[in-house]
């Protein structure tokens, strides 16, 4: 008998299950283009026979998938994963007066002080961190609040360089009490 081509309108509800496919094995030749296909359940190498862009080498779970990069996905948990030269995402604005750092806009914060101003960090939340840099466009004092808690080493908050032309650097580390500023370094 030979192989028909699996629709959506053949598999009702858009899954694709062994049952549905006599030899219980899933190839390209047998799947052409199923909008909106859900798989359910364990899926083993056997079951996937040489599919595009799919390397999975055992029923442990590990090789490689092929994702589309939408959906973003916001909140997974990595249990010890390896990063290898990965980015983060800068947000650049000008602080004014006062400036509420979001961390939903980025990790690294690439401030302009054009104002003596305050900054105002996120509260704290356990395992967050973040880099400030602050660029200077004149003599300008900048005042840190919020985070909850702010600790600085020895207790002592870091007066920046407000010199024109200089940027100071500041990492921050939380743990959901308080936020631990520290200066990375002043005067670039």
Known sequence: ????????????????????????????????????T?????????????????????TSGTGQVALNTSPVITTPTLTTPVVTNYTETTHSANTGTAITISLANGTLQNLTCNASTTITLPASS?????????GYTGSYT????????????????????????????YSFFQ??????????????
Not at 126 to 134: L, N, Q, R
Not at 144 to 168: A, E, H, L, Q
Not at 175 to 183: F, I, P
Request: no cysteine; proline share 3%; charged share 10%.
């Open 142 to 169: 900048v005042t840190w609040s919020g985070g909850s808690t702010i600790k600085w080493p020895g207790g002592t908050t870091p007066t920046g360089t407000s010199t024109s032309g200089k940027y100071d650097i």
């Open 175 to 188: 743990d959901g009490v308080n936020t631990y500023g520290q200066t990375f370094g002043l005067n670039y």
């Open 1 to 36: 008998m030979p192989i028909q081509k699996i629709t959506a309108k053949i598999i009702a509800d858009g899954a694709i299950v062994a049952a549905d496919i006599a030899d219980g094995s899933i190839t390209n030749a047998k799947i052409d283009t199923v909008a909106n």
């Open 38 to 58: 859900k798989v359910t359940g364990l899926i083993t190498s056997a079951q996937i026979a040489n599919v595009a862009n799919t390397q999975i080498t055992g």
């Open 126 to 134: 356990a395992g967050k961190s973040f880099i400030i840099i602050i």
